[in-house]
């Protein structure tokens, strides 16, 4: 007897089964196991269960939902607003940004309560189907120096320092698809200790274009800048530098050659500070790096130092073939600045007052408005080529919406796609 001829033998028997007696049921089940063939125990489930055609729907295991579709909408919302960070840094910023999102969204106390105690790994679970991870492949730009080598000392040990004013440099270059001739680069500086970042735009990457740059931010650090690790690039290992670290009593070090992760942390922000917001395109005029700049020097500086928490790493703990990472809680570079004793007493001040009058949904804003006047001033001829099924209408809105976080090193990457969605960061 087929599949079909015993689910029709049973709709036939259902009924009368129901009807009968105990002894016409006991003789109909072992006549109904003798022809479909089907356990006994299976053939009393399938006799004593629900009618044949209206199958029940199966109870949903595990608990129920406990975060509705409101609190889930604001979460999502806040992490684009705060630029896709991890989930941890986005749980550590909620309550320190929580001023401003009771009067974007108006929230109950009940709301604002589970967006307060949702964990950092129910958060990744939540935004799990909104984050998509972007590919990219890189193409170092680094031209090494040698002239100097044998006179700047190689740091091969880890960063160990508890006061801020330890710090890496690095180049980002702006060059498309196209290493030739004059283009964009962004000097990067991030302090090791606080993760302070600050950032200025180059056209060409000179000796001296570089040591002015670092002038300018050193200028402008809330404290003294002791120290300064680069890579192995012409750009860093050359006179101009060294003679202006000994005129500041600034610590000039290098890491390995072919080694990025000597300079890890600033390779990092490399990636969450530059390109993601500027994407790949090429920029080659006075014109874009003065607004690159306009960008470096304000809204960005302090919507990444002064909103945007970040953690990090404690230890390693090996635990078998496994190795557990421990991070320290999330703060903010202001916060980790002030709670050091190397900050300018004279700044401080200036620097809480300006945190309480800002707003990050309003610098986000601003952030958006300045890299569409960036991206319009760049180069489209030798930048990358925007899929022909994603349209380039598309493909400019979408590069606008994902920034907030670019590459490593003195290296310019093409990516497969023009998708700016956050890998996660976040």
């Not at 044998?150 to 040990?157: L, S």
């Not at 922000?269 to 390109?275: A, Q």
């Not at 909103?307 to 190795?323: E, T």
């Not at 903010?332 to 009058?357: I, M, N």
Request: net charge positive.
């Amino acid at each position: 007897m087929g599949h079909k001829a015993k689910w029709e033998y049973f709709r036939a028997v259902y009924e009368r089964y129901h009807r009968a007696g105990r002894e016409a049921k006991h003789l109909m089940l072992n006549e109904f196991c003798l022809n479909t063939g089907y356990h006994r125990k299976y053939a009393i489930r399938l006799l004593n269960g629900p009618p044949p055609g209206k199958q029940p729907e199966r109870r949903r295991r595990g608990r129920r939902p406990r975060y509705g579709p409101q609190v889930l909408s604001i979460l999502a919302a806040i992490w684009e607003a705060a630029g896709y960070p991890w989930s941890v840094r986005l749980k550590a910023l909620l309550p320190s940004w929580m001023p401003w999102i009771r009067k974007r969204y108006r929230m109950t106390s009940a709301t604002e309560k589970q967006l307060l105690g949702i964990s950092a790994r129910q958060i990744d679970r939540r935004l799990r189907a909104r984050k998509s991870e972007r590919k990219r492949v890189i193409y170092g730009r680094t031209k090494p120096g040698s002239l100097l080598k044998h006179h700047i000392p190689v740091k091969t040990d880890s960063w160990d320092v508890t006061s801020p004013g330890f710090s890496e440099i690095d180049l980002v270059a702006h060059c498309g698809n196209s290493g030739d001739g004059e283009f964009a680069h962004t000097l990067n500086l991030t302090d090791i200790h606080s993760g302070w970042t600050e950032s200025r735009a180059l056209l060409g990457k000179s000796q001296v274009a570089v040591q002015q740059g670092l002038d300018e931010i050193e200028k402008r650090l809330f404290f003294r800048l002791l120290g300064v690790d680069s890579d192995n690039g012409s750009e860093f290992i050359n006179w101009h530098l060294q003679r202006w670290c000994e005129q500041k009593q600034i610590q000039l070090t290098r890491g390995r050659p072919y080694k990025k992760d000597d300079n890890a942390h600033v390779e990092q922000k490399n990636w969450t500070h530059v390109r993601k917001l500027l994407g790949w395109e090429r920029y080659d005029s006075a014109a874009a790096v003065e607004a690159i700049n306009d960008l470096y020097r304000e809204e960005l500086r302090w919507w990444m130092n002064l909103y945007l928490p970040s953690v990090k790493l404690v230890k390693k703990v090996r635990v078998g073939s496994k190795v557990r990472r421990v991070y320290d809680a999330a703060q903010t570079p202001l916060e980790r600045v002030l709670a050091g004793a190397q900050a300018k007493p004279e700044r401080v001040a200036e620097l809480k007052k300006l945190r309480q009058g800002l707003n990050p949904f309003q610098l986000g804003k601003l952030i958006d408005q300045k890299l569409q006047r960036i991206y319009d001033l760049a180069n489209r001829r030798l930048s990358p080529k925007v899929p022909a099924e994603n349209g380039g209408a598309q493909a400019k809105e979408k590069t606008q919406r994902g920034r907030r976080n670019g590459d490593g090193g003195s290296s310019v990457t093409f990516p497969m796609s023009r998708r700016s969605n956050p890998g996660l960061h976040l």
